[in-house]
C-alpha cells in the first residue's frame, strides 16, 4: 500500500490536497480529503490492482443514480486513481459492536441492511445473469439516515447467498463474536432478505459456514473458533 504523502508531495494536480483522515485498507490507500475545497474520498490503486479500479468504476457508475452507494467524481486514469463523494457517518462495524447500539436498533439495521443488498441485487440483474458486491462486510457499509455500500472492486458475477452468507460472517466473526444477539441479528438480516427477492437461498448455513473459514487468512489468530462455529453453523444453523 503506498504513502498517501508520495501523492501528495509529487503529483502537482494533488499537491494542495488536504488529508483528513486514511481509512484500513488491506489492499489500497484510501484517504477522506479536502480536493479543491470539497470533501472526497481518494481510493489510490495499487500497481496490481488496476483491473479492480476498473470494475469499481463501472459499478459506481452505473449504479449510484439509484442506489445508495458513492458518486464517481473524477477517474484519473494516469495516477490508477478514483475520486468520489464523501459520506459523513458511522461505520455500520462500529454502530452493530456498540454495546451503547440498542438490540432494536441493531434489528432496525438489519432490515435495512437486506434492503440495501435486494436493490443491489435487483439493480444489476441482467436477464439470467446475477452480480454481487463482493467483500459483503460490515465496515464497508455507512450509516447516515440510511445505509451506503462502498468499496466496490470485488464486484462480479455471482450468486446473491455469496454476499449473504459473507455478511453473516462479518456479522458473527467481528468483536462481540458468535454472542446470543449477533446469531439472532443473522437470523433477522436473512429472513428479511428472503422476504423482498424472488430467489431462494439454499443450503444457506454451508454458505456461512464457508465463509467464516474464507475470514481464517485475514484472522489467522482467531482460526480455532473461526473452524469452531463454521462446524457449528454447518450442522445447527443460527441456533448457537
Not at 477522506?32 to 476498473?54: D, H, S, T
Not at 459483503?136 to 452468507?165: C, H, M, Q, Y
Not at 455478511?167 to 462481540?176: E, R
Not at 432478505?193 to 430467489?199: A, E, F, G, M
Amino acid at each position: 500500500m503506498k504513502n498517501i504523502d508520495e501523492l501528495v508531495n509529487n503529483v502537482e494536480k494533488y499537491k494542495k490536497t488536504s488529508v483528513q483522515q486514511i481509512f484500513k485498507s488491506k489492499k489500497n490507500t484510501v484517504a477522506y480529503v479536502i480536493l479543491e475545497n470539497k470533501p472526497r474520498l481518494l481510493k489510490w490503486f495499487a500497481p496490481g490492482f488496476i483491473k479492480q479500479m476498473e470494475t469499481e468504476y463501472k459499478f459506481l457508475k452505473e449504479g449510484s443514480p439509484t442506489l445508495n452507494i458513492p458518486t464517481i467524481c473524477e477517474k484519473d486514469e494516469n495516477n490508477h486513481i478514483l475520486i468520489m463523494n464523501y459520506i459523513l457517518g458511522e461505520n455500520l462495524c462500529d454502530v452493530i459492536n456498540n454495546e451503547k447500539t440498542t438490540f432494536s436498533e441493531k434489528k432496525r439495521l438489519m432490515f435495512l441492511l437486506a434492503e440495501w443488498f435486494q436493490k443491489f441485487h435487483s439493480y444489476f440483474r441482467k436477464e439470467d445473469t446475477l452480480y454481487i458486491r463482493g467483500d459483503s462486510i460490515l465496515r464497508n457499509f455507512i450509516l447516515t439516515d440510511r445505509i451506503w455500500g462502498v468499496d466496490f472492486e470485488e464486484s462480479r458475477k455471482g450468486t446473491p447467498i455469496e454476499d449473504i452468507a459473507s455478511m453473516c460472517s462479518s456479522i458473527l466473526s467481528t468483536d462481540p463474536m458468535f454472542t446470543n444477539d449477533k446469531f439472532q441479528l443473522c437470523e433477522i438480516f436473512v429472513k428479511s432478505y428472503i422476504k423482498l427477492v424472488n430467489w431462494n437461498l439454499n443450503n444457506i448455513w454451508k454458505d456461512v459456514s464457508y465463509a467464516l473459514l474464507e475470514r481464517i487468512q485475514w484472522r489467522p489468530n482467531d482460526e480455532k473458533l473461526l473452524r469452531e462455529y463454521s462446524n457449528k453453523i454447518l450442522k445447527r444453523g443460527f441456533q448457537k
